[in-house]
């Protein structure tokens, strides 16, 4: 991200220069949307691996107090997107870090269109021992803590600057393509299902509690859509927009009912 000076001294006169090329490097080169769009859904489907880190899937309440899986782009899909888009400047920094939260920010500046966006991301550093005790997270806790949250931060400012049509979009195709890939519609969907379940131990997320959470009795109930979501929801794990215990909080709201 340029940082734009307007002081009388040479440093200021070459970032403003610099920043003024850019901006008109932009006019005279527009992007072409249908280029990245074709540019952004090659790479994202250049494997089903990669496809499906494309898309997040978030447990929201509703007004009902009934729980909604929110689908949306990645940080995986941002990135994609920022390699194509062009004429983008993006920056994201660690704010502040207090006793039991951290700040995260990103900064984006569409060159084309004179178009600057802020986003802040905070997040929590206190966790709870098993006596529901809080304890501040150690040192490389908080270093991931906040990496995940200069991601998230840098991925709402990308698609706050992209629109959103253009981008769910390309979600829609992703998730087609996912599901007629011979690569993913060969194997059963037991099969998919218990590969799933096993990246999701990995963070403490048990088979049981998947079931539960995508409301089946048993693996014979568990279908395509059933699949995607998983595949959505693990992002959201891997991202650090949820953890574990966001799964366990949803089953549980989801038996009080």
């Known amino acids: 991200m340029m940082e734009l000076c307007f002081e009388g001294n040479a440093r200021s006169a070459i970032i403003n220069e610099q920043f003024l090329s850019m901006c008109e490097f932009a006019q005279m080169y527009p992007r072409n949307v249908e280029q990245v769009r074709e540019a952004v859904r090659c790479e994202a489907m250049t494997s089903p691996q990669i496809a ?46 207090g006793g039991d939260y951290l700040i995260a920010e990103a900064v984006i500046y569409d060159m084309e269109n004179n178009v600057v966006i802020h986003k802040e991301v905070r997040r929590s550093i206190v966790g709870k021992d098993k006596n ?28 706050t600057i992209i629109p959103r049509a253009i981008v769910d979009s390309v979600i829609e195709e992703i998730r087609m393509y996912l599901s007629k890939h011979p690569e993913t519609k060969g194997k059963p969907l037991k099969e998919r299902f218990n590969e799933a379940v096993i ?16 409301q089946i009795k048993n693996e014979d109930e568990f279908n395509e859509e059933h699949l995607h979501i998983l595949w959505g929801l693990y992002n959201s794990l891997e991202e650090g927009e949820i953890t574990a215990k966001t799964i366990e909080e949803e089953v549980k709201n989801n038996e009080n009912k």
Not at 88 to 93: A, E, G, I
Not at 199 to 214: A, H, I, P, Q, T
């Open 199 to 214: 990246r999701f131990n990995n963070y403490g997320v048990s088979k049981e509690l998947l079931m539960k959470f995508l």
């Open 52 to 97: 499906e880190k494309c898309f997040y899937v978030v447990p929201r309440k509703n007004k009902q107090g009934a729980t909604e899986n929110i689908i949306g782009p990645s940080v995986r899909l941002a990135e994609i997107f920022l390699r194509h888009w062009k004429h983008l400047r993006v920056q994201s920094r660690l704010v502040e870090v």
């Open 132 to 159: 529901g005790k809080e304890y501040r997270y150690s040192a490389d806790m908080i270093n991931m803590t906040a990496n995940a949250a200069m991601s998230i931060a840098m991925r709402n400012a990308v698609f």
